[in-house]
């Protein structure tokens, strides 16, 4: 069977390290398979969705690796959804409800008095023509539910009607149609739903697998009536395990939490935000993977965990990190090239600096000091500073190599008898203002002996 998979956000908000999850296990599940990526945007809200949104989400898609075959845009295929609306109302599935929310509310607070379960119970399957006519002469505009399959004879009698799927995830999984409300498929107002537009753009465009989070396992179960009920046969789904912030909160759009562009704008690493998006909550340790074709290997929607996952952010920055340190030349050179780190010293400056780094962009500050000095005046004491006046005096000449370090500190130590910390460090606080950082050994030749010597205390 031909695989093709689906991420389907709202544009609503940017998307955030949750929502990477979900794309990524189906990125990675057609990468696996050689299927098609479709990104579908459902934008059927028109108050919340924006073009803004959608464009920020296909730029943090493709800042992830993520390369969708095909995009599409609910709000451009209306006319399916319409159609499949009559088709539907044609073979008695589709009723009109005139409820308000607050008369729906009262209804569930009432069977949840009486131990009985909080669903729909299809009054409005109940009212005659003249009782339709006289709720809307008073201004009531009908919501529309679909009428779940969970019956015999008679709908407002459901019976225990089990549906049951293989999910990818979870394994083996049974939803019970009676202990649901017959969903709602449109609003007063006439717009759809999620339900509706994502049944059938599943359908038209042949999606073979449903991946997402398990916040939906229990929508599956109406989910794949409602493909039944359109002549089509449901797609195989899995329900991955939720992401949470160490607190245990759940992640939100609206609020930012831990957003693509966000942590993009940190200068976190793509992979390490892939790498831990789809590894944690997995079996085995969540290491950085180099790239998606590493992470696929590694890949296993079966090894989820059932329980939700916690984020830390401090996990994510050490990742990014650690791929910062191992990152060769050549893939760094074209973002150190926008830093304006250029030409022949690039490569060796790379080198001696990525070890001490967080993230690229750190690399901009070393740069600097090599190139034009702390910057402001070291804190040395009187006596250090003499120190170092001396040893620059016993600089060797050029050329210089990685072996220089070495042998001008052994000179400085047998003509001054200063060993240790008491040594190295004014050194290094008067050639890089700084107390830490990459090994002098690998800097000392980037300054030069010309270089080396401007850095002199005044």
């Given amino acids: 069977m031909s695989v093709t998979v689906r991420f389907a956000p709202s544009p609503t908000g940017r998307i ?61 295929r209306f006319d399916r959804y319409e159609r499949a609306v009559e088709r539907l109302r044609e073979a008695g599935l589709l009723y009109a409800c005139y409820e308000t929310g607050e008369e729906l509310e009262r209804r569930r607070r009432l069977r949840l008095s009486r131990r009985l379960p909080p669903v729909y119970g299809r009054e409005a399957l109940k009212l005659s ?48 149609l ?45 989910q794949i009536a409602l493909f039944r009920a359109l002549g089509a046969e449901a797609p195989a789904f899995g329900h991955h395990n939720l992401l949470t912030t160490v607190t245990g909160e759940g992640l939100s759009k609206r609020t930012g939490s831990l957003s693509i562009a966000g942590l993009r704008e940190e200068g976190i690493e793509p992979m390490a935000v892939a790498s831990l998006a789809v590894l944690i909550g997995a079996a085995g340790a969540v290491t950085a993977c180099r790239d998606m074709k590493e992470l696929a290997l590694r890949f296993d929607p079966a090894a989820s965990s059932k329980s939700a996952a916690k984020f830390d952010p401090a996990e994510l ?20 090239r926008e830093l304006g780190i250029d030409g022949p010293l690039a490569e060796p400056f790379w080198d001696a600096v990525r070890g001490n780094l967080e993230t690229v962009g750190d690399a901009a500050e070393w740069w600097r000091i090599v190139r034009e000095g702390p910057g402001t005046t070291p804190a040395l004491s009187a006596d250090d500073q003499v120190f170092v006046q ?10 210089w190599d990685r072996e220089t370090w070495r042998q001008w500190t052994d000179r400085v130590k047998a003509e001054t008898g200063r060993k240790g910390k008491a040594l190295f460090k004014p050194l290094r606080i008067a050639l890089t203002g700084r107390e830490s950082g990459p090994e002098l050994a690998d800097l000392l030749p980037l300054l030069g002996r010309e270089g080396t010597l401007a850095r002199r205390p005044r």
Avoid: C
Wanted: charged share 30%; aromatic share 8%; glycine share 6%.
């Fill in 317 to 336: 920055r050490a990742l990014s990190s650690a791929l910062v340190h191992s990152m060769p030349f050549e893939k760094a050179a074209p973002r150190l």
């Fill in 178 to 222: 009676a202990s649901m409300s017959d969903p709602v498929l449109i609003r007063e107002d006439g717009t759809f739903l999620y339900t509706l537009p994502s049944v059938v753009d599943d359908i038209e465009l042949a999606v073979s697998h449903v991946i997402r989070g398990d916040d939906h396992v229990t929508n599956t179960g109406a």
């Fill in 129 to 176: 023509e003249e009782e339709k006519n006289r709720l809307e002469a008073e201004g009531r505009k009908p919501h529309w539910r679909f009428l779940l399959p969970n019956f015999d004879d008679n709908p407002l009698s459901p019976r225990r009607t089990e549906v049951h799927w293989d999910d990818i995830v979870r394994g083996p999984q049974t939803v019970d």
């Fill in 390 to 399: 001396s040893a620059l005096d016993l600089l060797p000449p050029e050329p």
């Fill in 16 to 76: 955030h390290i949750g929502n990477a999850r979900t794309a990524l296990y189906n990125w990675l599940f057609a990468l696996k398979a050689g299927g098609r990526f479709i990104l579908r945007f459902d934008d059927t809200d028109r108050e919340r969705s924006r073009p803004e949104y959608a464009d920020g989400i296909e730029a943090d898609l493709a800042w992830l690796g993520i390369e969708p075959d095909m995009a599409v845009r609910q709000s451009e």
